[in-house]
């Protein structure tokens, strides 16, 4: 999913979502509290559910990969557990507000509360997916729908009201569907021919991107100062590895223009063991060809030479092996 740029900072999309889904679940269950005396205190912990799913979420990249956490410790900033996260991190926040409230007010009450907020977050976190990432499918469809009921049951008395409720929803979502899609597009120069460029790899050789031409080509801008790029290098690495008896070539572009030296840039690519092709934007001419104002920005080339997706900020080896696929 691509992150949101504000001028030279980019936002992590992926966790504002995650952060406003369980934002919506506190609200859900303040909703379904009401006229409850425990009200404050049950929203407390749904409260405190979100912030430990958000943590469990991204710490349980060490669980996964523990070396490149070790290595790259900011990779916990920038990255996380991905999907597997996600389900741990359900999980767990879900098993700390089932108990929380167990003991005060017993097991099927709790099973209530932490079933609202949990599918409060679910419906919320499926819903955005569907608007904002081009690769939702049938799962994310489903999900957002299984959630949109299980709510629809939970805070309603009647099987009736339940279902009206339910009717509702769904109308108010396709409606918004509706009219986000029609609204909101993908960067102006996706769908469009990737500019065609001429510059020199680490050893001097000149390398044209349109010799990639007939493979998918993943584009990768970055520069060694930025702590983002660092911490992405070692998904880079993974991911050129993985791909290098497929159709698919990962071409590295420094921002050599904002280094120090391009000396600087071929001891930092030995120092990290990096083997993907590195090439040296000297004059900045490619990046104002890109509109490349924030780093590491993230494009993937079809076969035919069109720009098809664009990612800002930090792309891990899941994403970038998810946005390779053969475009249909």
């Given at each position: ?12 999309i992926e ?24 009200r404050e ?62 003991r005060p ?224």
């Amino acid at each position: 999913m691509a992150n949101l740029q504000i001028g030279t900072f980019v936002l992590n999309i992926e966790l504002l979502i995650y952060f406003i889904a369980g934002i919506a679940g506190v609200l859900i269950v303040r909703y379904r509290d009401r006229n409850h005396a425990e009200r404050e205190r049950r929203a407390g912990r749904a409260w405190n559910a979100v912030f430990l799913w958000i943590i469990v979420w991204k710490a349980s990249l060490m669980l996964f990969d523990f070396q490149g956490v070790i290595r790259h410790p900011l990779s916990l900033v920038f990255f996380s557990g991905g999907l597997r996260g996600v389900w741990l991190a359900s999980i767990i926040s879900l098993a700390y507000l089932f108990l929380r409230n167990y003991r005060p007010d017993g097991s099927r009450e709790a099973l209530k509360v932490a079933g609202t907020w949990g599918a409060g977050m679910a419906a919320v976190s499926f819903l955005a997916l569907i608007l904002l990432d081009d690769s939702s499918g049938t799962v994310h469809y489903v999900g957002f729908a299984m959630a949109v009921v299980l709510l629809a049951i939970l805070l309603q008395s009647t099987s009736k009201i339940a279902s009206q409720s339910l009717g509702i929803l769904l109308l108010v979502a396709m409606l918004g569907f509706t009219i986000f899609d029609g609204t909101v597009g993908q960067s102006a120069r996706v769908d469009q021919a990737a500019p065609d460029f001429e510059l020199r790899d680490l050893d001097g050789n000149t390398v044209r991107l349109s010799d990639y031409r007939g493979k998918t080509v993943v584009l990768n801008f970055w520069a060694t100062w930025c702590r983002v790029c660092q911490a992405e290098m070692p998904h880079l690495e993974r991911f050129y590895r993985d791909q290098q008896d497929r159709n698919v070539v990962l071409l590295s572009v420094n921002a050599t223009s904002q280094e120090r030296s391009d000396e600087l840039v071929g001891k930092y690519a030995n120092q990290e063991g990096l083997s993907f092709p590195i090439v040296l934007d000297e004059s900045g001419e490619v990046l104002r060809d890109y509109a490349v104002t924030a780093y590491p920005t993230t494009y993937i080339i079809d076969p035919s030479g069109t720009l098809r997706n664009q990612y800002l900020g930090a792309t891990s080896y899941e994403t970038l092996m998810k946005a390779a696929r053969p475009i249909r």
